[in-house]
């Protein structure tokens, strides 16, 4: 098993700045990928920006350029930081964790912390 624990989001201006970060703990694979995937009101979860154990990226268009995404393979850390919120990233942001064992993989979920960008 996996838990991992959130931290960050909250209310900020259209414009403004937030830094999420997640903890995992347990059973973690050497070959993973944390990342983190949002959802909001009445659509389905979609990935933001996913960072593999060997820091491979990737990014979602709508966040290209305003996200960056980091981790501390050492700690079991990854954080999202985002810059120039707009109010349509407002959504529940999750922290994920899947880990691979050829040809399968499993993932874990978090517990989803709010971000709210105002107009």
């Known amino acids: 098993q996996v838990q991992l624990v959130e931290s960050g989001g909250g209310l900020v201006q259209t414009g403004g700045s937030l830094r999420l970060s997640c903890a995992a703990s347990g059973s973690i694979f050497r070959i993973n990928a944390m990342g983190w995937y949002r959802q909001a009101p009445g659509k389905q979860r979609e990935l933001v920006a996913t960072?593999?154990?060997?820091?491979?990226?990737n990014y979602a268009d709508s966040v290209k350029g305003r996200f960056t995404i980091s981790r501390d393979n050492a700690k079991n850390t990854v954080s999202l930081q985002m810059n120039s919120l707009k109010p349509e990233d407002t959504a529940v942001y999750y922290c994920?964790?899947?880990?691979?064992?050829?040809?399968?993989?499993?993932?874990?979920w978090g517990q989803g912390t709010q971000v709210t960008v105002s107009s």
């Open positions: 960072v593999t154990s060997g820091g491979s990226t």
């Open positions: 994920n964790l899947r880990n691979s064992y050829w040809p399968s993989s499993q993932d874990y």
